[in-house]
């Protein structure tokens, strides 16, 4: 019953902006730490940022100072501003639980053009 909606990506050039949304359902999202994930062509499939419950949050290196997770638990919804984005950047973002982390959705394709 869990399902997991992304939405937001898009193109844009370096240095620019864009705000990825996750439209959460079938679980109690309230009481779930939740996290955003990337995957590049050829390479694995990277946690970004997560959130806790008590909105305590965390980033990987290589986008802190630039990433910010948020929630919205009365919209069952979780968030990932991107600014001064890269063309590394560019990858499928994916929102999940971090545990158990089995539902993965479609994901929002993130290009960044040089």
């Known amino acids: 019953q869990v399902q997991l909606v992304e939405s937001g990506g898009g193109l844009v050039q370096a240095g620019g902006s864009l705000r990825l949304s996750c439209a959460a359902s079938?679980?109690?999202?309230?009481?779930?730490?939740m996290g955003w994930y990337r995957q590049a062509p050829g390479k694995q499939r990277e946690l970004v940022a997560r959130i806790t419950s008590g909105r305590t949050t965390t980033y990987a290196d290589s986008v802190k100072g630039r990433f910010t997770i948020s929630r919205d638990n009365a919209k069952n919804t979780v968030y990932l501003q991107m600014n001064s984005l890269k063309p590394e950047d560019t990858a499928v973002y994916y929102c999940?639980?971090?545990?158990?982390?089995?539902?993965w959705g479609q994901g929002t394709q993130v290009t960044v053009s040089s």
């Open positions: 079938g679980f109690i999202f309230s009481i779930y730490a």
């Open positions: 999940n639980l971090l545990n158990p982390g089995d539902y």
